[in-house]
């Protein structure tokens, strides 16, 4: 079995950064990308940021650009998110998610990590 689990989440003052982390553990995977999304209640959940496995490309929603930049670990994996000049809107759970290979989206997916950010 594969599991994704997120870490890093936090409250913080607007304006600040934080750094997500994305580990998976268990059984050997390939996938085509991996990305975080986010979800406030209410609300659907958004990709906010993805990077594409085999070239390292990044992409990310309108409302983060400039502020948020994806990565990847060079083994396993990894994957993080570092959060700049976050805004109370950026509140949400973030979500880690991968697209692996013979899957038709981002099927997996991990348990979320809560993001708090007060003005």
Not at 12 to 18: F, I, K, M, N, Y
Not at 20 to 27: F, Q
Not at 111 to 119: A, H, M, N, R
Request: glycine share 12%; proline share 3%; charged share 20%.
């Amino acid at each position: 079995q594969v599991q994704l689990a997120e870490s890093g989440g936090g409250v913080v003052q607007a304006g600040d950064s934080l750094r997500l982390s994305c580990t998976a553990s268990g059984r050997p995977f390939s996938v085509h990308g991996m990305g975080w999304f986010r979800q406030v209640p209410g609300k659907e959940r958004e990709l906010v940021a993805s990077i594409r496995w085999s070239n390292g490309a990044p992409y990310y929603d309108d409302s983060v650009k400039g502020r948020f930049a994806i990565s990847r670990a060079k083994v396993g994996h990894t994957v993080y998110l570092q959060m700049s000049s976050l805004k109370p809107e950026d509140t949400a759970v973030y979500y880690c998610a991968a697209h692996r290979v013979g899957d038709s989206g981002y099927n997996l997916r991990g348990q979320g990590t809560q993001v708090t950010v007060v003005s």
